[in-house]
């Protein structure tokens, strides 16, 4: 049994769509890339889960439990951090992140300095004074103070500088290696290739791939280069053959198929070069959506 079971999860907004029959699994230990563009029903699945919102119909359970009949108990072991975080302006960081640490029953305050400390943040500060990015580390440390055995992660590095990412990377790598099972929603393609395992793929509220990374990008189409005397982009207009173009002498195109056939044709002229290359995870996720 997978840490998150989802099955034919629908939620409507009045006529709206929100996401339609969404189904997918997590597996314990795993991180879970979930990508789509803004709108395409991300934060509406996380949300869900978290019960915070019900569903049209479907279900969906969390450590084997509905998420729907057990939402409080079952956020004492989850993390979360929003696209987007509100607090209580006035307050200072401290007392914000200790009110946090008190929903809890453990002592959370080892954890929350070291946190704390790590992302640099100023403990002392009114929330009201923070920047967006230091706002971003107080959601940061509140949805890790607690050791949780799952974490959702919503677009989590907006508005953190390129130093401060790398420390969050990090922090999330460790903590899956003690065990913690993420699940990492964001639409930087590049994040999630260096963080995830698995992807699923969201558009328009429903779910259309779901993959390992590695299989995705192996069982796709390859990007294909090649400089030969005499080519022309009419010679290879083949199946399979997407997206040609002629330029400064070489002919650029992707190409789904037996990569043989194409190593028969351009071995019938006079190459100088040839370069085959997998895709990157942004120019899979393009496809989907072209």
Same mark, same amino acid.
């Given at each position: 049994? %997978?840490?998150?079971? +989802? ?11 929100? &996401? ?10 795993? &991180?879970? #890339? ?23 119909? #479907?279900?969906?359970?969390?450590? #084997? ?52 400390? !790590? ?7 009114? &929330? ?19 050791? =949780?055995? !799952? !974490?959702?992660? *919503? ?6 500088? =390129?130093?401060? @990412? ?12 003690? %065990?913690?099972? +993420? ?15 698995? +992807? %699923? ?10 993959? *390992?990374?590695?299989?995705? @990008? @192996?069982?796709?189409?390859?990007? +294909?280069?090649?400089?030969? *005397? ?6 290879? *207009? ?23 056939? $194409? ?20 120019? $899979? ?6």
């Amino acid at each position: 049994m %997978g840490v998150i079971e +989802v099955n034919n999860l629908t939620k409507y907004y009045g006529k709206a769509r929100g &996401i339609i029959d969404v189904s997918f699994q997590v597996g314990e230990g795993e &991180i879970f #890339g979930f990508i789509g563009p803004n709108g395409a029903g991300k934060s509406t699945t996380i949300r869900l889960l978290l019960s915070l919102i019900h569903p049209t119909s #479907g279900s969906a359970t969390i450590f #084997g439990k509905d998420c729907f009949l057990h939402g409080p108990e079952l956020r004492r072991d989850i993390g979360y951090l929003p696209s987007e975080v509100f607090y209580y302006e006035r307050m200072k960081v401290i007392d914000l992140l200790k009110y946090s640490a008190s929903f809890y029953e453990r002592d959370c305050t080892q954890r929350m300095n070291e946190l704390a400390e !790590l992302m640099e943040l100023e403990m002392n500060r009114r &929330i009201e004074d923070l920047s967006y990015g230091n706002r971003k580390k107080v959601g940061i440390v509140q949805g890790l103070l607690h050791q =949780p055995k !799952l !974490l959702f992660l *919503d677009e989590p590095t907006a508005g953190l500088d =390129p130093l401060m @990412q790398a420390k969050f990377f990090q922090l999330i790598r460790e903590e899956n290696q003690r %065990g913690v099972t +993420v699940f990492f929603s964001s639409h930087i393609l590049g994040e999630v290739q260096r963080m995830c395992n698995r +992807v %699923g793929i969201i558009k328009e509220g429903r779910l259309i791939e779901i993959a *390992d990374i590695r299989t995705l @990008q @192996q069982n796709n189409y390859k990007k +294909v280069r090649v400089t030969a *005397d005499g080519l022309d982009a009419a010679f290879l *207009d083949l199946p399979g053959v997407t997206n040609l173009e002629q330029q400064n002498g070489a002919i650029r195109f992707f190409y789904k198929g037996d990569i043989n056939a $194409i190593l028969h044709k351009i071995g019938a002229v006079t190459v100088s070069d040839v370069t085959i290359e997998e895709p990157t995870l942004e120019e $899979i996720f393009m496809h989907y959506y072209e």
